[in-house]
């Protein structure tokens, strides 16, 4: 009876892995949640340019420029928005707002197979999305990398350090902005998923914390101790190896509503670390 048993549990745990392991990529992305472009900026009182942006491997991207208004367009740069791992563009209104507010342009857009995008996500997929996103500023649009604020939320800001940690030093970003970042998956799953190897069946890295230890410029990184996803003690570990300047910013709620944009002082922090660093 007990050597059934063990069987049992052994054959379960098994399979879990095996489950883990092949359907980590459903774990990972959730297009589906929210397909439907819902609003635009410009029904948030902000004018907006709908563009299509085309990767190195053929894939294309919705997206959204938000200009600057007025003399803040020469002034204060743009913002390349990477956002989370589910959901779609048109679900990050206000933070795009906030941005506006404090005089600065935003590109954002949907990674492949979200939104309307094309394609299916991967983290090679998503690097390239990015890569097209910031070969859409500095080559088309001609902005200087120093004028360039990479903000990255949850899973968008190991894509954003990634990016900034492969920009040589003429091409360096002017900021880093990490909001509820991990500093890893397979760091993350082990938080997730404590009983199994689980750094040894994660097929994708994300390596949020090595990118950072490559990076020379200005960061910023928010994250809340109420965090339930991912835990407070990532958003120290990155503010750890981040370089100088550096400055922490502690949120409060969980990790989806604990957001810059909704508190004032949280804003001031983030507006006075951008006006050092960027503005000119």
Do not use: C
């Amino acid at each position: 009876m007990l050597t059934s048993l063990l069987t049992t549990l052994l054959l379960a745990y098994g399979g879990f892995a095996a489950l883990l392991f092949l359907f980590q990529d459903k774990l990972a992305y959730y297009p589906e949640i929210g397909r439907e472009i819902h609003s635009t900026p410009r029904e948030h009182g902000m004018d907006y340019e709908a563009l299509t942006l085309d990767t190195a491997d053929g894939e294309r991207l919705d997206a959204w420029f938000v200009p600057a208004l007025g003399v803040r367009a020469k002034t204060h740069g743009v913002v390349l928005f990477l956002h989370g791992n589910a959901g779609n563009i048109s679900q990050r209104m206000d933070s795009i707002a906030m941005f506006h507010r404090l005089g600065y342009g935003v590109l954002i857009f949907d990674y492949r197979g979200y939104g309307r995008s094309s394609g299916k996500p991967s983290e090679t997929g998503l690097h390239r999305d990015a890569e097209a996103a910031w070969a859409h500023l500095t080559q088309q649009r001609g902005i200087p990398p120093e004028r360039i604020v990479l903000f990255g939320e949850s899973l968008g800001g190991a894509v954003a350090a990634w990016l900034a940690a492969g920009r040589g030093a003429q091409e360096r970003p002017g900021a880093l902005v990490l909001s509820s970042v991990f500093t890893s998956v397979p760091d993350l799953a082990a938080d997730l998923y404590p009983w199994l190897p689980v750094r040894w069946l994660a097929r994708m890295r994300y390596d949020t914390a090595a990118a950072l230890a490559q990076i020379r410029g200005p960061v910023l990184v928010a994250h809340s101790p109420e965090d339930e996803i991912v835990p407070f003690r990532h958003g120290q570990k990155l503010f750890q190896v981040a370089p100088e300047p550096k400055v922490f910013l502690q949120l409060v709620g969980g990790h989806n509503d604990g957001f810059i944009f909704m508190r004032p002082e949280w804003v001031a922090v983030l507006g006075g670390f951008l006006r050092e660093h960027v503005e000119r």
